[in-house]
């Protein structure tokens, strides 16, 4: 009588199915006829590391042949009173604007050139994208937070005078307007980006009417997106909670000063302000800059030892190019960007390595597909 063979015996014997093989594209993406024409995008180097990382993203748009152009205005600084009518126009054409940081003077009366360029082309929203790359270690894991923030009023409005000799008052100007706006700015991403909740930073505990408003508007847009979760938190126990747990946030919707410092912090604890990418956004025009660029941007000796990270900018450069709806560009130095950091020869010093900024740029254009 035969024996039965084992089963151990009989998946050795069995030859092994063939395993399906990868997708290696998603489902194309079909353009309109004319998608491809070369797009202009305005460009402000800016000041401190601008130049330099701003000249990395063109390097890198060369080589990848992207079908964007630059008119480049390189007499834009931030102790200038006002953004060159030039180059307003040239943003209002073009739409799109690439921007180096522009260092705002500390006191003097000198208004942010930042601020004045937001409120001339009404770009209400800021957006900061916060999150852990492969291969960059950190403190905290599965980070992932978009900081949307309110950018043309509260304490940024610049409202400011001397009543009495000794007594300054400024005030923090909100809107329900633009309150309910940014609020449906922040419900409309996290929907179309498939995000599951939007947190409410405020400090309506204290600041009854102006927060309250805001959180009154946050309230109102959150129940037409009933798939999205909706919940609040005191700006001072959400710096506490993103230091000690911050994977528990995803989209955070903000008024304008809270959001700046929730942004820099987010930044701070995914990586670095060095790699994390953003951009300012209206109805009608869109300028992407560094996401977070706090204690960088004039760090001279940056520049003098030509040491400036680019990848924040560069990835939002990947955004910009969704943005004009370049998908497959945007693809593939998002890819090149991240193969580059998780390699981990090619780092600047903010990251823990030594390169140069144009050690970098050669080995994103090296990596590119």
């Keep these: 009588m035969a024996r039965r063979a084992s089963p151990i015996l009989k998946r050795l014997i069995q030859p092994s199915p063939t395993p399906l093989q990868p997708f290696l594209r998603s489902v194309t993406y079909m353009p309109r006829p004319g998608d491809g024409a070369p797009r202009p995008v305005t460009l402000i180097p800016g000041d401190g590391i601008g130049p330099l990382v701003t000249n990395a993203v063109e390097q890198v748009m060369e080589a990848m042949h992207a079908p964007v152009y630059f008119e480049r205005y390189d007499e834009v600084h931030g102790d200038m009173k006002r953004v060159p009518q030039e180059v307003i126009d040239s943003i209002r054409k073009n739409k799109v604007c690439l921007k180096g940081g522009l260092i705002t003077p500390v006191g003097g009366g000198v208004s942010s050139l930042n601020v004045l360029l937001r409120k001339e082309l009404d770009l209400y929203a800021s957006l900061v994208h916060c999150f852990n790359l492969a291969g960059l270690p950190t403190r905290h894991e599965n980070v992932d937070i978009v900081v949307i923030r309110e950018n043309t009023e509260g304490e940024y409005a610049g409202l400011e005078h001397?009543?009495?000799?000794?007594?300054?008052?400024?005030?923090?100007?909100?809107?329900?307007?633009?309150?309910?706006?940014?609020?449906?700015?922040?419900?409309?991403?996290?929907?179309?980006?498939?995000?599951?909740?939007?947190?409410?930073?405020?400090?309506?505990?204290i600041m009854k009417l102006a927060d309250g408003l805001f959180l009154e508007s946050c309230r109102e847009v959150a129940t037409k997106y009933p798939g999205i979760k909706y919940n609040e938190i005191i700006v001072d126990n959400c710096c506490m909670q993103l230091v000690s747990k911050p994977e528990q946030f995803d989209v955070m919707v903000t008024?304008?000063?809270?959001?700046?410092?929730?942004a820099n912090t987010a930044a701070g604890i995914a990586g670095g302000t060095g790699v994390m990418p953003g951009g300012n956004v209206g109805a009608d025009h869109a300028v992407f800059e560094q996401g977070a660029s706090a204690g960088n941007v004039g760090n001279m000796k940056l520049v003098e030892q030509r040491k400036?990270?680019?990848?924040?900018?560069?990835?939002?450069?990947?955004?910009?190019?969704?943005?004009?709806?370049?998908?497959?560009?945007?693809?593939?130095?998002?890819?090149?960007?991240?193969?580059?950091?998780?390699?981990?020869?090619?780092?600047?010093?903010?990251?823990?390595?030594?390169?140069?900024t144009q050690e970098v740029v050669d080995a994103v254009v090296a990596a590119l597909d």
């Design 255 to 262: 008024p304008n000063l809270y959001g700046n410092l929730v």
């Design 162 to 205: 001397e009543v009495v000799p000794g007594v300054v008052e400024s005030l923090k100007v909100m809107t329900k307007f633009c309150s309910e706006r940014i609020a449906q700015y922040a419900f409309e991403y996290a929907y179309l980006n498939n995000r599951k909740k939007v947190t409410a930073v405020h400090k309506a505990n």
């Design 308 to 356: 400036a990270n680019p990848v924040a900018l560069l990835l939002s450069s990947a955004m910009m190019l969704r943005h004009l709806q370049f998908p497959s560009f945007a693809d593939r130095l998002e890819t090149a960007v991240k193969r580059v950091i998780s390699e981990g020869k090619c780092r600047t010093k903010d990251l823990g390595g030594d390169s140069t």
